[in-house]
Each structure stands twice: as C-alpha cells, then as structure tokens.
C-alpha cells in the first residue's frame, strides 16, 4: 500500500497563453481510475465497478458474497462505507449523507444508490439475474419507498456485526482498504 490517497484530482491541461480549459477526452473508466488515484490503478481494478456497502450489516454481507459468488470476471470491487476509502467516495460523489441505510455502485464514472445500484448489479452477475432489471419500468421513487423501508429495519431482521467483516484470501484483491 502506498502512502498516495486515494481520491485526486487529475490535472487539467491549460494552453500557454489561453485561459481555456482543453476538454478531458479520456474514457470514463480512465476518468475515474485518476480520480481514485494510482492505488486502484496498480491493483488493476480499472475496468472494476465499485459497490460501497454497509460492512457491520449482515445482510449487506450476504449481498456481497452474493456478488462475489456470480461475478467469476471479478469486475466489482467492495469497499465498507466505514472505510476511508468508502467515506472518499461517498465524498467524491456528492453522496448526501445517507446513513448506513444505502449501499452505492461506482460504475464508468456513474454514481447509482439503492434500488437503482441493485439493478445495476443485476445487469453484470451471471445467470438470469439480469431479468430483475425490469422493475426499472416502476417509478424510482417507488421502487425506493419499499427499499427504505427494508433498510431500516434490516438489522432488526438480520443483525449487525460490531466490526467491519475480513476477507477471506480468496477475495481480499476484490476489496479497497
């Protein structure tokens, strides 16, 4: 682990002479490798997306582990939003603050929370998980009111951990510290 942090800014190119900024013509996977620094860049997380979880609930998880399990081209990463680099990222992305009651997916530069980042999540796992994408044609904010209510009672339902669960060294390379 290198002593860089995680979340820069990348430099803007000015011409000489010109006050005008050139415009980034980068993908939007360079965009966000940049902007989550050299640390993601060597892990050769690049074409990764990134889903910030809950790491003390249960069921959340249960959903990475759900994840880990139908994903064998390794394209999701995890980070605990009880990380630094999980707070970065909620800070990075404008997230207001939600609470443990969310989990987000970073995917090609796009910030996607709650029911939205589930089906995201769905349209990459194997099998026919992709079907679920369909309540998309449902109301975001519907979707999100049963998502809510879910929330915040999962620990409830479920239980919670006192800490932030380890990886095993199976995955521990799918995980941002």
């Known amino acids: 682990m290198s002593a860089t942090p995680l979340l820069t800014r990348a430099p803007v190119a000015v011409i000489v002479g010109d006050t005008r900024r050139k415009p980034d013509r980068r993908s939007p996977d360079m965009m966000l490798r940049d902007r989550l620094g050299c640390e993601i860049g060597i892990r050769g997380m690049d074409d990764r997306y990134i889903v910030v979880f809950d790491g003390v609930c249960n069921f ?73 994408r369909t309540f998309k044609i449902l109301p975001r904010s519907f979707r999100d009111f049963f998502y809510n209510l879910f929330a915040r009672n999962r620990y409830k339902l479920f239980g919670k951990y006192e800490e932030c669960m380890i990886p095993s060294p199976e995955v521990r390379d799918r995980f941002i510290e």
Request: with cysteine.
């Open 60 to 132: 959340c998880n249960g959903v990475v582990n759900f994840i880990i399990r139908r994903d064998p081209n390794a394209l999701f990463s995890f980070t605990p939003m009880q990380s630094e680099s999980g707070k970065r990222l909620i800070e990075e992305h404008h997230v207001p603050m939600l609470g443990g009651d969310t989990f987000l997916l970073i995917k090609n530069g796009h910030c996607f929370d709650r029911t939205d980042a589930a089906l995201e999540i769905c349209r990459d796992l194997t099998g026919f998980w992709f079907l679920f």
